[in-house]
């Protein structure tokens, strides 16, 4: 009967460590998790703000295009009256 008391308190010693370096694992796991949410939110707001640019740029391109379609425009069309 001692016996098997002595090996249920030394395999319950040597059980403890092992429990702790699965939190510790879980808790570095965690850390490395939030650091990944943490780049992935600050590269998603960088894209955010070079797609903004981006299309600024587009939307003012295609405005000057536009103006430019419309002047030749009136321009062929005055042509035509004309004639």
Same mark, same amino acid.
């Given at each position: ?9 030394? #395999? ?15 808790? =570095?796991?965690?850390?490395? =998790?939030?650091?990944? $949410? $943490?780049? =992935? ?8 703000? #070079?797609?903004?640019?981006?299309? $600024? ?16 425009? $009136?321009?062929? =069309? ?6």
């Amino acid at each position: 009967m001692m016996l098997r008391i002595v090996a249920l308190l030394l #395999s319950a010693l040597l059980a403890a460590p092992l429990a702790f370096a699965d939190n510790e694992f879980k808790e =570095g796991g965690k850390e490395v =998790g939030a650091g990944f $949410k $943490k780049m =992935g939110k600050a590269t998603g707001k960088a894209f955010k703000k #070079s797609g903004k640019a981006t299309g $600024k740029a587009f939307k003012k391109a295609g405005k000057e295009t536009g103006k430019a379609f419309k002047e030749a425009g $009136k321009e062929t =069309g005055e042509a035509f009256k004309g004639k």
